[in-house]
């Protein structure tokens, strides 16, 4: 097996090869992308046989920005007939490790997804087959590697594996969420994915706790200062424009008619910066680590815009220089960047201070 596919939104395949070709490259690893524009994912093929289980054993799935699922797969199967698609399927797996899930999924994309019906009922026989084979364990196993069916067109789908340890938890590498009905607009996801993507669950009761301040730059008219007030927390929302008033009614909500760029919090109590300006990317990232350096935040999560070209390039160098500038202040942080499936022209990013310096 020397295949890897990598899911990710429709329109940055160039980007998504790009980081994994750099990825291979340092790891020795030797291969080339198979891009399709706008097609949901990219297929990354090495020289050597065996590299592609290597590489998705050894790459850290959370540090790559533009990966939505990373999975080891056979070349394409094709035309499968409709009397009995599993025993190709099982023939192609016979030399996968056992696994402990299974996944029929499709890249999103409008046309792919329209198997997404066809993947739901499929999964079921396919299931018993596989464990009739022994290729699934009888009861689901999250500590096992995952069986991804991923198909592209009808009677055409890749077949591959993920380790649990090093993918995506989501089907397809999407959170499934919905859209507060109260909620002030719809860029509130992003933040809550970013909670999803980012932040254990086992630890939300610890660092998404009620009580927390925090600080939301460029809030207006409250979407990301949404998610905080849900959660118990109390908010500077810093803002020119106006705040959704059901957010103000809360009690939870101080109002600051200032630039984000100038705002300091009164108190240092702060644990989260949130930050969603439009703004260029360097300018922003700069502001986020003048934040962590000056210990007015444990955590920050913010939006890079992207440029309409160049976007990888200017990507990497601006999460460099906020690397470089953190280090040379002495801060100790876990850095993670993702193009989350609520991101449009941007990515978000994650710093956790690791230093016993307190924001507090």
């Not at 067109?153 to 959170?175: K, L, R, T």
Request: glycine share 6%; aromatic share 12%.
């Amino acid at each position: 097996m020397n295949q890897v596919l990598l899911y990710c939104r429709p329109g940055f395949e160039k980007e998504c090869a790009g980081e994994v070709q750099d990825k291979a490259n340092t790891m020795e690893l030797y291969g080339f992308p198979r891009v399709k524009n706008n097609s949901g994912y990219v297929i990354f093929e090495f020289y050597t046989p065996g590299d592609a289980d290597t590489f998705i054993q050894k790459q850290s799935f959370a540090e790559l920005i533009f990966a939505r699922q990373m999975l080891a797969v056979t070349p394409l199967l094709t035309d499968l007939p409709s009397e009995d698609r599993i025993s190709p399927i099982l023939e192609a797996v016979a030399n996968f490790p056992r696994c402990g899930d299974l996944r029929v999924e499709t890249p999103d994309t409008n046309e792919a997804k329209e198997l997404l019906k066809f993947c739901r009922k499929f999964t079921v026989p396919l299931r018993q087959a596989m464990r009739g084979k022994g290729v699934l364990y009888n009861k689901d196993n999250p500590k096992k590697p995952v069986l991804h069916l991923c198909f592209i067109a009808p009677g055409c789908c890749y077949v591959g594996y993920s380790y649990s340890h090093n993918n995506s938890d989501f089907f397809m590498g999407i959170p499934r969420l919905k859209f507060p009905s109260d909620a002030p607009s719809r860029s509130t996801l992003k933040l809550e994915e970013a909670f999803h993507v980012f932040i254990p669950r086992e630890e939300w009761d610890e660092r998404l706790a009620s009580g927390m301040w925090g600080v939301d730059l460029g809030a207006c008219p409250g979407g990301w200062t949404y998610q905080l007030v849900k959660r118990s927390m109390f908010v500077h929302a810093v803002d020119n424009g106006q705040m959704a008033q059901s957010l103000m009614d809360t009690g939870q909500v101080k109002y600051h008619a200032v630039d984000g760029f100038k705002f300091e919090p009164p108190r240092k109590n702060v644990t989260w910066i949130v930050c969603d300006m439009i703004e260029k990317p360097a300018r922003v990232a700069h502001l986020m680590g003048d934040w962590l350096i000056k210990a007015w935040a444990k955590e920050a999560i913010f939006n890079l815009k992207l440029p309409m070209k160049g976007r990888y390039d200017e990507v990497l160098q601006d999460i460099e220089n906020l690397k470089v500038y953190l280090i040379q202040n002495g801060v100790k942080f876990k850095l993670q960047a993702k193009h989350l499936y609520h991101d449009r022209e941007e990515i978000t990013v994650h710093i956790q201070r690791l230093d016993t310096r307190s924001a507090y």
